[in-house]
């Protein structure tokens, strides 16, 4: 059985206005449904400017002094009329809609979330991101708390579809977890790129964005997609690259780095057929696996157990 699903990614660039960035995104998803796409994915805080590249002492709800009139950091409530909106593009367009992620104000504090909506245009589910990053222009400590609603993996007649939001990219555990969940595709929608004059001593940031994601799609063997934003905002020069990887790591497209749709079809029974043929869920063994659960600060290099952060 060979199950074709066909994935479009808008590749967006953001301006200042919240209002006009919805209408866009809804644009870009009207267009995508009509190339035939079946999912598609916005990227990450498409309501506005990467507001998190300033620091934000005053903490998460307030707008940093540096950001103002900048990247002002729109809060949504869920439901809200930004969901609304969505709810009724994903309906018009019969897609699947990621709808990227918005700055939510909930009960609980204020998160990075993810919405997904049916092609009925049903909301899903909603993730919270929930590994935060923290590093000179990511300043998302300072606007966002770990995401409390566990990992999400939907239901649909395109597949099990998985959404996880940009920095958990980097980590195995939460691609894995989709795929324990029994995820066929993971989408991050993404906001990514380098800030001017920063070090890059390591070497090709983009090249190792793209191998670590590569890397979940063969070990879970499921098809990996990144939507990233485009454009220049601030201090930071977004890659775009968003890209589209099958189950054995193959990269079937890739964007560049102006705003633009990225379509690709992907085989889901490729994934089951890698799974089966690899058999890496066969033969785990999690009896083994304690040290992956336990907290450690310096990340057990010496081999010596760390205290708790």
Known sequence: MVRKVTIGLAQMAMGREPARNLDRATGMVRDAAAQGADVVCLPELFTSLYF????????????????????????EEIPGDASRRLSECAAANKVILVAGSVYEKAATGFFNTAMTFGRDGRMLGKYRKIHIPHDESFYEQHYFAPGDLGFKVYATDKGNIGTLICYDQWFPEAARANALMGADIVLYPTAIGTAQGLDQAEGGWQEAWENVMRGHAIAN???????NRAGHEGRMDFWGGSLVIDAFGKTLARAGGDEQILLATVDLEHGREVREGWRFFHNRRPDQYGELVERRRDGGRDGKKGCDD
């Open 52 to 75: 998190a590249q300033y620091a934000n002492p005053a903490g998460p709800g307030n707008v940093p002094e540096g950001a103002r009139g900048k990247a002002d950091a729109p809060l």
């Open 221 to 227: 063997g499921m098809v990996v997609a990144a939507c």
